[in-house]
């Protein structure tokens, strides 16, 4: 059985030229790119022209992006980095209740230290925009964090507004992005966001796991957070994982038209949803203009982990929401404002450039079967 794999919010498969990228660096530029002879001069020509890669596609200088492990350790970076240029005087916080929870459980860290933490609700759909942003950004605030894309819904934040705002208000605030779900999907780009600080990771756009990158503008200087011998410009000491970063650069280059792929998204979450519209007690979570490679929705009456379990046995591979919540219920729809019982049917079904409207058929197929089936059960 062919599997339909619908879960690229959490991870995508590994393109043949990120893979064969991570192959080359451990069979042949193996070197560490701190040493000085000619294996580790190769390693370190790798490494420089991987971070020219993610910063051409982020139309940023190369000096100002940093690798990390990932999105989670960018945001921490983001967040504790900020907290700690800001110790004596403290200040306030603002990040949005839909954040991901590598930003909100550091932003409760700063909490219980003595930063005011302020958090946001969205409206209704999940969006975070001005009206929600006004009157929480004050002249004491010094970080205000909020996603490009929320991982679970696909709502697009106004990041644009959050930054017009604390110009506006005169704030010391640096603007962070967390801009994970984004990059590869939509145009990112950190000076037309106005954002101090990005981040973004390699296996959301179908390069290996463990490596990812921030943005840190020109001028802004956070304090190293992980010491030892200065890699990095001393950001985050330790010999740098070439052979990851060797394949985050290559998904980069391989990235397609973005609004070609966005169109054609598009066109895959529009037939989803005229087919959801047709099975009875389904609603939609995602906001209309929500990024097409999410879609989230509820099947009323059963349980996200029964109807995934079902979905599985057909080959077909969805989640319950964000990856990182390990069976916890959704704090992104909490703060919507949806039912738990909405809540806790909520399923989410998420595209990457290469799904095809057969996998769709497919999963609106075994989601008719599945959901009468066990409807019928619970009679």
Same mark, same amino acid.
């Given at each position: 059985m062919e599997i339909v794999y619908l879960d690229n919010s959490s991870t995508t498969a590994v393109i043949p030229e990120a893979a064969e990228a991570v192959m080359r660096c451990m069979t042949e530029e193996y070197g560490n790119p701190s040493s000085l002879h000619d294996v580790g001069m190769k390693a370190f020509v790798t490494l420089k022209e991987a971070r020219e890669t993610v910063a051409s596609a982020l139309k940023v200088s190369p000096e100002e992006v940093f690798f990390t492990s990932g999105g989670t350790e960018g945001n921490n970076i983001a967040v504790f980095g900020t907290a700690e240029k800001n110790r004596r005087k403290k200040g306030r916080v603002v990040v949005s209740a839909v954040e991901h929870p590598c930003v909100l459980g550091p932003a409760q860290k700063l909490s219980d230290s003595g930063f005011e933490v302020v958090t946001v609700r969205p409206d209704s759909t999940g969006r975070i925009g001005r009206e929600q942003l006004e009157g929480y950004i004050t002249p004491d605030t010094v970080l205000v964090s909020l996603m490009l894309v929320n991982n679970e819904t696909g709502a697009v934040q106004d990041v644009a507004a959050a930054a017009a705002l604390i110009k506006e208000k005169g704030a010391p605030a640096l603007l962070h992005c967390d801009a994970v779900q984004a990059f590869g999907k939509l145009p990112v780009e950190p000076r037309k966001l106005g954002v101090?600080?990005?981040?973004?990771?390699?296996?959301?756009?179908?390069?290996?796991?463990?490596?990812?990158?921030?943005?840190?503008?020109?001028?802004?200087? /956070?304090? +190293? %957070?992980?010491?030892? =011998?200065?890699?990095?410009?001393?950001?985050? #000491?330790?010999?740098? @994982?070439?052979?990851?970063?060797?394949?985050?650069?290559?998904?980069?280059?391989?990235?397609?038209?973005?609004?070609?792929?966005?169109?054609?998204?598009?066109? /895959?979450? +529009? %037939?989803?949803?005229? =087919?959801?519209?047709?099975?009875?007690?389904? #609603?939609?979570?995602? @906001?209309?203009?929500?990024?097409?490679?999410?879609?989230?929705?509820s099947v009323a009456g059963i349980r996200s982990e029964v109807l995934l379990r079902a979905l599985s046995a057909d080959g077909i591979y969805v989640s319950a929401g964000s990856a990182c919540s390990k069976g916890k219920r959704s704090h992104v729809l909490l703060a919507q404002g949806l039912s738990p019982e909405r809540i806790d049917s909520a399923v989410r079904v998420s595209f990457s450039r290469f799904s095809v409207e057969g996998e769709v058929d497919r999963l609106l197929e075994s989601l008719k079967r599945a959901s009468a089936s066990l409807k019928r059960g619970r009679r």
């Open positions: 101090d600080l990005l981040t973004v990771s390699a296996h959301k756009l179908h390069g290996p796991k463990g490596v990812g990158a921030i943005y840190i503008r020109k001028g802004v200087n /956070l304090p +190293a %957070r992980i010491f030892g =011998g200065g890699q990095e410009k001393g950001m985050r #000491s330790g010999t740098e @994982p070439t052979e990851l970063i060797a394949g985050f650069a290559a998904a980069v280059k391989a990235l397609p038209d973005t609004a070609q792929t966005l169109s054609r998204i598009g066109s /895959l979450n +529009a %037939r989803l949803r005229e =087919g959801l519209s047709q099975i009875a007690g389904v #609603s939609v979570n995602s @906001p209309d203009d929500a990024l097409p490679y999410v879609l989230n929705f």
